[in-house]
């Protein structure tokens, strides 16, 4: 829960522990592979982006590497793969690209029914905070612009870098 201290500064309980279990599972589904490059990744990527509802679960989150995770940003799956030409072959991604437009809509509705001690971030909870504060006019994420750049892929397997 959001806890409004004496002081005014609004504390929000979210739940990183349940976030870390969430990526845990998630890893050990897709081993440490870029689900929209196959490339070698290591960041929890969320496919509906939480700026649009969705939620850190197994059914909406991938493996991806910085490059993509980063230079999608909180565009949409349908509008990355149109920028990048990528075809993912990955279920969960393929499932959401498939259903896109519903699965938004369920996002935004789930946002609106669930409580705050569902976000399991700080962006999450923020999120949260926003959408609920301003219920008449809904917070829509601004659209982004297509990166000019991607970041450098990263080279090396994750493991590689915990080589004792
Ligand atoms: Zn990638």
Redesign the pocket.
């Given at each position: 829960m959001a806890i409004l201290r004496n002081d005014g500064v609004l504390q929000l309980n979210y739940r990183p522990l349940a976030h870390r279990r969430i990526y845990r599972q998630v890893q050990q589904r897709d081993g440490w592979i870029?689900g929209?490059?196959q490339?070698p990744?290591s960041t929890l990527d969320h496919v509906i982006p939480i700026c649009w509802g969705g939620q850190t679960i197994p059914e909406n989150c991938v493996i991806?590497?910085r490059?993509?995770n980063h230079s999608r940003n909180n565009a949409l799956p349908s509008t990355f793969i149109r920028w990048t030409g990528l075809k993912p072959s990955h279920p969960v991604i393929r499932h959401i690209l498939t259903h896109e437009s519903a699965i938004l809509d369920r996002a935004q509705q789930s946002l609106a029914s669930r409580p705050l001690s569902s976000c399991v971030s700080r962006e999450e909870a923020q999120i949260w905070i926003a959408f609920h504060t301003n219920p008449i006019e809904r917070v829509q994420p601004t659209p982004v612009e297509e990166p000019l750049t991607r970041v450098k892929n990263e080279t090396r397997a994750f493991s590689e870098y915990f080589v004792p």
């Open positions: 870029c929209w490059c490339g990744g991806a590497c490059s993509c």
